[in-house]
């Protein structure tokens, strides 16, 4: 009778011992999702400003940049690519951006100002980028797709 209810004993505690062992998984994996999140924002604002970064610190880029805004023709093939590349560039943090907000790491209240902000670009005069998104749409993500074309079909589409 002893031996059986020590057995019992034993098992029971074998039982809270696994019991422990998955609330503590379960505790480290909580752990580690919300580590990976902090890391997955900070490099995505890490590019951010990089790109920021390279649109103040450089002069061609800048001038590049802002001459396409600006609406003026890119007579320099060489200016002309480089803004190219330079909006390309930021069409592909935004998809990311996106992306990352479709699965959650950004809060709706903070990411709604960004895509405000995006489609004001997006639709704006004179801006470059609705012409190379038309360029370029069909690289991105069917769904980032689907988000930008909305806005630029609001205006009258790619021409």
Do not use: H
Not at 21 to 43: H, K, P, Y
Not at 112 to 133: A, D, F, H, L, S
Request: charged share 20%; glycine share 8%.
């Amino acid at each position: 009778m002893n031996l059986d209810k020590l057995n019992q004993f034993l098992t029971l505690l074998a039982n809270l011992g696994v019991i422990a062992g998955i609330v503590f998984l379960a505790m480290e994996v909580q752990q580690n999702t919300s580590m990976m999140e902090a890391q997955t924002r900070d490099a995505m604002t890490d590019k951010l400003i990089n790109w920021q970064l390279s649109l103040g610190t450089d002069l061609y880029t800048s001038q590049t940049y802002v001459t396409g805004n600006a609406g003026e023709l890119l007579d320099n093939s060489a200016q002309a690519n480089s803004y190219l590349m330079l909006i390309s560039s930021n069409l592909r943090i935004w998809e990311n951006e996106w992306y990352q907000y479709s699965k959650g790491l950004y809060e709706e209240d903070e990411f709604i100002p960004r895509i405000n902000r995006w489609k004001g670009v997006m639709q704006g005069e004179g801006t470059g980028y609705r012409r190379i998104w038309c360029l370029r749409k069909d690289s991105f993500s069917t769904d980032f797709q689907s988000v930008i074309d909305s806005w630029v079909q609001d205006i009258g589409g790619c021409e």
